[in-house]
C-alpha cells in the first residue's frame, strides 16, 4: 500500500494527485507528533469530562443508536476552537481543500468533524459516509491518535477499493499521525473491533447544496 509521507517534499502534491486519480489514499505523519499527542490528550479529557455521546446512524428522524452496527462514542469539534492543535489540524485540512479545488475543481466548502472513542470491541459495520439522496459529503478524513499500535490490537479501517464485491480490501492501521481520505459516496468502508481503546478524529468536506 503506497503511503504518502507528509514530512517530505512535495507531499501535498502527491497526496491531492493520489486522491484525484484513485479517490483514496493514505497519509502519514499529517501533523508533527507533538500535536497529534495534545490532539490526544484534548479527547481523552472531553471524554473524562462527559463531552461525548453515543453515536448514531441516519439523520433527523432517522437517527437511531443501533450498538451492533456501530458502538463508537463522539464529540462534534467547534470550528472556532481556542486549541492550537485543533486549529493545526484545520489548517493542513484547509491547505487539502484549496489545492483539490484550484487543481481539479472539487467546490469543497465546509468541513464537520468530530473527535471519535472506540472502547475496546467497539466497531462500525460496513458502511457508506454519505447519505442517499444527499451530495453533502463529498470527502471523508480520518485521522488518527493512537500511540503504539500494534498490529495486532486490531482497530484496522477496512476500505473496500471494490464497489460491486468484497475482493479488493485494504486493512489500514489506525497509527498515530496517520490521516485516511476518500470519497465518501463511493468506498464502502467499516472499522473492526480492537483490543483496546481507538481514538481519532473523522470528518467531511461537504459542497455547497443547491
Ligand atoms: O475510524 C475510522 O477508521 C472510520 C470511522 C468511520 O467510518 C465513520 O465515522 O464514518
Ligand atoms: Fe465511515
Not at 12 to 33: K, Q, Y
Request: glycine letters at 8%; a negative charge.
Amino acid at each position: 500500500m503506497k503511503i504518502t509521507d507528509f514530512s517530505k517534499p512535495n507531499a501535498m502534491e502527491e497526496l491531492v494527485s493520489r486522491i484525484a486519480e484513485d479517490g483514496w489514499a493514505v497519509v502519514d505523519h499529517f501533523l508533527p507528533a507533538d500535536s497529534v499527542k495534545t490532539l490526544r490528550k484534548e479527547c481523552m479529557a472531553a471524554h473524562r469530562e462527559g463531552g461525548f455521546h453515543v453515536a448514531g446512524i441516519g439523520r433527523g428522524g432517522d437517527f437511531t443508536v443501533q450498538e451492533g452496527i456501530r458502538s463508537d462514542e463522539v464529540m462534534w469539534l467547534e470550528p472556532e476552537t481556542d486549541s492550537a492543535s485543533q486549529k493545526a489540524y484545520f489548517t493542513q485540512l484547509d491547505q487539502i481543500k484549496q489545492q483539490m479545488n484550484e487543481q481539479f475543481f472539487m467546490g469543497l466548502n465546509e468541513f464537520e468533524g468530530h473527535f471519535a472513542i472506540y472502547n475496546e470491541g467497539a466497531l462500525y459495520k460496513k458502511h457508506l459516509d454519505a447519505f442517499r439522496g444527499q451530495r453533502s459529503r463529498v470527502l471523508t478524513v480520518v485521522f488518527y491518535l493512537n500511540d503504539d499500535w500494534a498490529s495486532d490490537d486490531g482497530g484496522e479501517l477496512r476500505l473496500y477499493l471494490d464497489p460491486n464485491g468484497e475482493s479488493e480490501i485494504r486493512d489500514i492501521m489506525p497509527i498515530a499521525g496517520r490521516a485516511v481520505i476518500f470519497m465518501a459516496e463511493r468506498f464502502w468502508h467499516e472499522v473492526l473491533p480492537a483490543c483496546r481503546d481507538r481514538m481519532s478524529i473523522t470528518g467531511w468536506f461537504k459542497v455547497r447544496s443547491t
